[in-house]
């Protein structure tokens, strides 16, 4: 039996991005599906709370004149978004805010039986994010681009806490201020593992990415600015 609480799998989401803008002049195909008894949660509590998710997503300002697919396959796996006392996010398939693709663009997620995948932020300053297939700020895809993340019997979690707080991961990856104008392949394959990226109190961090590209020279700390998925 499929459990699907409080999930939103859409086109794009702009809450939380100030004058943001999902603009498709060129080709969009976003799939989601879910099989197996997949359970996906979205779960927000008190005080400051957010939470949000997505799944097969876009989120903020992104511009698709060129063509974008993107995939989310979860069975008999359990995706989990919390926020306690403040923030999360999530995206999964992902893009997230001033994203230009003019090219071609493939991304994919697969979570398979036997995996949980979780973010969770709880109070003070914070945030958490996620992703997985990736992009999220200033990334322009003028060439191709193909993303792919798989996890099969696999825990991957990223978690925020207290005081300071923040997290991030990304997985698959891009991040801040990265263009592809060429030809890019990156994947990501947990099948029998552990994949944490945690940050706990006082003034803390932690980010993470994995396949990887980043820049970030926007924010020279390479977290404030983009650590909600927005400028």
């Keep these: 039996m499929k459990t ?27 799939t989601t599906v879910l099989t197996g008894g997949a359970t996906v949660s ?24 060129g063509s974008s697919e993107q995939t989310v396959m979860i069975n008999g ?7 306690i006392g403040g923030d999360a996010i999530q995206n999964l398939a992902s893009n997230a805010d001033h994203v230009d693709i003019s090219g071609n663009s493939t991304q ?4 398979d039986s036997g995996s949980t995948l979780l973010n969770k932020a709880e109070g003070d300053g914070s945030w958490a994010s996620q992703n997985l297939a990736s992009n999220f700020g200033q990334i322009t895809i003028g060439g191709t ?20 707080s923040y997290a991030a991961q990304n997985i698959a990856s891009n991040f801040g201020n990265v263009s592809i104008g060429g030809h890019s392949t990156q994947s990501v394959s947990i099948a029998g593992s552990t994949v944490m ?4 109190g006082a003034n803390s961090s932690a980010r993470q990415s994995m396949s990887s ?6 924010d020279a700390s390479c977290s404030v600015h983009y650590r909600s998925g927005h400028l």
Aim: proline share 0%.
């Design 145 to 164: 681009s193909i993303q792919t993340v798989s996890i099969t019997g696999s825990t991957v979690t990223n978690i925020a806490m207290g005081s300071g």
């Design 77 to 83: 796996g359990t995706l989990l978004n919390e926020a």
């Design 4 to 30: 699907l609480s409080l999930v939103m799998s859409v086109l794009f989401m702009t809450v939380g991005y100030a004058h943001a803008e999902v603009l498709i002049t060129g080709t969009s195909l976003q």
């Design 108 to 111: 994919l997620v697969e979570i």
């Design 42 to 65: 979205n779960l927000a509590a008190g005080d400051g709370v957010n939470a949000t998710q997505n799944l097969a997503t876009n989120a903020g300002t992104v511009t698709i004149g």
């Design 213 to 218: 590209n980043t820049s970030c020279n926007v």
């Design 197 to 200: 990226n945690i940050a706990a």
